[in-house]
């Protein structure tokens, strides 16, 4: 049944993404000040989590339904307080590496137990592409990308999609180069909701989505073609060539990397769902993508329980890919909406598979 919770219609024993496909930057940015406050943060494979480490709070509370999920988040914990920076990029996948075995098994001994066994498990994987590509989602693309890809867009095709362009540069080589009948054909085919329910995410997630998934992702390559600049895009480039080139997520960035090591000890991790979380004061919630999973009815108790954990004038940040959520009316008089915070950072976002981001703030 659609309207039963998630957690009864999904699998969540695999590590289904093995990095973030949320920009960490309109993330951060989003959130507003929160120095010395408590923030709570969906885990996924815990980069947002460790990019709101930058906004100095006195806590980051992850909480994930997956342990598998929080596995990821104990991985970079160990990677960050073991490795230098140019390690960490080799271990995740976002650089080349061959020394990926050697760095992986000086992680390794800094693990609790359960987890040491865990990535021990996959150490073939996390080898061969990097810990950042080890998850179901990552999977997905890697098909894309060597199988696919090829049969519509050469490597120098591939490779000047990265050239930085002006604007208008920019949109004529995406229509005129890259924007094909077969890149076309290759999208609706491969991106379709059951191709990715198989592949790439679960099927349950798109429960509640409406409108053709193919469609929406064509939508989007324009957005990260022409509105947004390819050359500084992380998630493209990882889509198309399996690293992130010269651009990186902000928490993989050198300028955090001592900041968040330094703040590691701030870092809360909790599993289960966000219902059961003993907070009552939380400067700011990270949301993901949490409420396209539920039918429109289940979201007033949801809100009510997020706004019984926050403190007046916390902020709630979230996306929708296809299925458009936002605050019930019925919470207007506790809850609004900061239309000119969302109108200045929705072009800026470079993770561009959803349509839309919100943030909201506690009255």
């Known amino acids: 049944m659609t309207d039963a919770p998630i957690h009864a219609r999904a699998a969540f024993d695999a590590i289904r993404y093995a990095q973030l496909w949320e920009d960490a930057d309109v993330l951060t940015a989003a959130m507003g000040d929160v120095r010395g406050g408590r923030l709570v943060s969906i885990c996924s494979a815990g980069d947002n989590a460790l990019a709101l480490l930058t906004l100095d709070p006195a806590e980051v509370i992850a909480v994930d339904l997956s342990e598998a999920q929080l596995s990821c988040l104990r991985l970079r914990i160990a990677a960050i307080r073991t490795l230098g920076h140019a390690e960490f990029l080799e271990l995740m996948g976002a650089r080349p590496s061959a020394r990926r075995e050697a760095l992986f098994f000086r992680v390794l001994t800094a693990l609790p137990a359960p987890d040491r066994a865990f990535w021990a498990a996959r150490r073939e994987g996390v080898i061969a592409h990097g810990a950042g590509g080890v998850g179901k989602f990552e999977g997905y693309f890697r098909i894309f990308r060597r199988v696919l890809l090829p049969l519509v867009h050469s490597r120098r095709t591939v490779g000047r999609t990265f050239e930085p362009r002006a604007p208008a540069d920019r949109a004529r080589f ?147 890919m296809m299925a458009p959520r936002r605050r019930p009316e019925a919470l207007a008089h506790r809850l609004h909406r900061l239309q000119e915070v969302e109108d200045q950072l929705k072009p800026q976002d470079k993770a561009f598979f959803y349509s839309d981001f919100v943030v909201e703030e506690v009255r």
């Not at 992702?217 to 493209?236: F, K, M, Q």
């Not at 999973?293 to 403190?311: C, D, Q, W």
Request: aromatic content about 12%; proline content about 7%; hydrophobic content about 45%.
């Open 174 to 320: 995406f229509e005129d180069e890259f924007m094909t009948w077969r890149w076309r054909l290759l999208v609706r085919a491969f991106f379709s909701r059951r191709m990715m329910g198989a592949l790439g995410r679960d099927p349950a997630f798109f429960d509640h989505v409406q409108g053709s998934v193919s469609d929406h992702v064509l939508a989007r390559c324009r957005h990260a073609g022409i509105v947004t600049d390819p050359s500084e895009n992380p998630y493209l480039h990882w889509i198309l060539t399996g690293t992130h080139g010269a651009a990186l997520p902000m928490p993989w960035r050198a300028e955090h990397y001592v900041t968040i090591r330094d703040r590691l000890d701030r870092l809360t991790l909790h599993r289960g769902p966000f219902e059961t979380l003993a907070v009552t004061d939380a400067a700011g919630f990270n949301l993901s993508d949490i409420f396209e999973y539920m039918p429109p009815a289940a979201l007033p108790a949801v809100y009510e329980g997020i706004l019984s954990k926050a403190r007046p004038g916390a902020r709630l940040v979230y996306w929708n």
